[in-house]
């Protein structure tokens, strides 16, 4: 691809964990997709990918490139989701999982074939020669319905205006993940988690950052049997401002949710980040406890946070190699 036409640095806009608005007219809603969230730049014929933390990921997902066939003439940035379905049609975040971080061409040949992905397309950013960053979301969508993008590994699914408990039931009877809800009137905001955007989970998940492990005993001490987690405090940004340092806040013990093959692939990654003392501020009292440097991060599914912040019954959903681990906050569930 040439020279980009639009900032290349643009990180996708978030959302807020929270509920059902109080006035859901105001609001369209979608349904979340358990995937790997990507800002997909087309023009001249060409694709290019970038990941929420700005990683070109455009060799990893092949069958994407062809999307340009369905706006051949065109020079637009869409924003959206790349998901890898299971035997029953729905997203599956464990089986994404096997593309995301693959590199070896041959590798992604095999598996482009047994994995396929599809780019769910959700908004769009650009559309030559407008910027549509300030336009209206109800405005971008209509833009983006009349560009009819779909194909046989991207389609772009309506959204539903006011109707968010009928959106979240059908998500939940559909065995989905849950619904975001946006606010008409806003406007796109690269990289802020603003409030304009809810999103509305039907189980609890989120992400966590991976700094330690308890090792297994008898024949399973070297290998981890569960995992320490924990989230910052504040924010890179609200850090900077407050001129304070982060501080890591350890979250609890996760021991469920892995294959062997992943305990192995954990275990080995941990080793090598190995750190003699504990991250967490305060320190967890734990005995048997080995710690690394707080880089990974994981998503995490749970029944609820206790009292004191840390999770109740974890299991690990997978390894969450677009996120950055200094952002990773505790997800407060609030009602606007």
Not at 289 to 311: Q, S
Request: aromatic share 10%; glycine share 6%.
């Amino acid at each position: 691809m040439a020279d980009f036409f639009f900032p290349d640095n643009l990180k996708p806009m978030l959302a807020k964990t929270g509920k059902i608005p109080i006035k859901p007219s105001n609001y369209g809603f979608e349904i979340k997709w358990d995937g790997l969230r990507a800002i997909i730049y087309v023009a001249q014929g060409s694709v290019r990918i970038r990941s929420r933390n700005l990683k070109n990921i455009t060799r990893q997902y092949p069958e994407l490139a062809a999307l340009t066939s369905s706006c051949p003439d065109k020079k637009l940035v869409l924003d959206g989701e790349i998901i890898a379905l299971d035997r029953d049609g729905r997203p599956s975040f464990s089986l994404l999982q096997h593309r995301m971080g693959v590199t070896a061409v041959r590798t992604i040949e095999k598996l482009r074939l047994s994995i396929p992905v599809t780019y769910i397309i959700f908004d769009i950013l650009f559309l030559e020669p407008d910027a549509l960053l300030n336009r209206s979301y109800s405005d971008r969508r209509s833009i983006l319905a009349d560009l009819s993008l779909s194909g046989p590994h991207w389609q772009t699914p309506a959204y539903w205006r006011g109707t968010g408990e009928e959106v979240l039931t059908a998500s939940r009877t559909n065995g989905l993940e849950g619904i975001v809800a946006k606010r008409l009137d806003s406007a796109y905001q690269p990289g802020l988690r603003s409030g304009a955007w809810i999103k509305i989970k039907n189980s609890k998940r989120q992400e966590l950052v991976i700094a330690g492990w308890v090792p297994g005993t008898g024949k399973r001490k070297e290998v981890l049997s569960s995992l320490l987690v924990g989230y910052y405090n504040i924010s890179p940004q609200e850090a900077a401002r407050l001129k304070q340092e982060q501080l890591l806040v350890f979250a609890g013990k996760v021991g469920t949710g892995f294959s062997d093959k992943q305990l192995l692939e954990l275990t080995r990654t941990l080793k090598s980040l190995f750190r003699p003392s504990s991250p967490f501020t305060p320190p967890p009292q734990l005995a048997d406890a080995i710690y690394a440097e707080p880089r990974l991060v994981g998503e995490f599914e749970f029944t609820e946070w206790t009292p004191n912040h840390t999770l109740r019954h974890p299991s690990f959903k997978g390894l969450r190699t677009d996120k950055v681990a200094r952002e990773v906050l505790y997800e407060e569930v609030s009602r606007r």
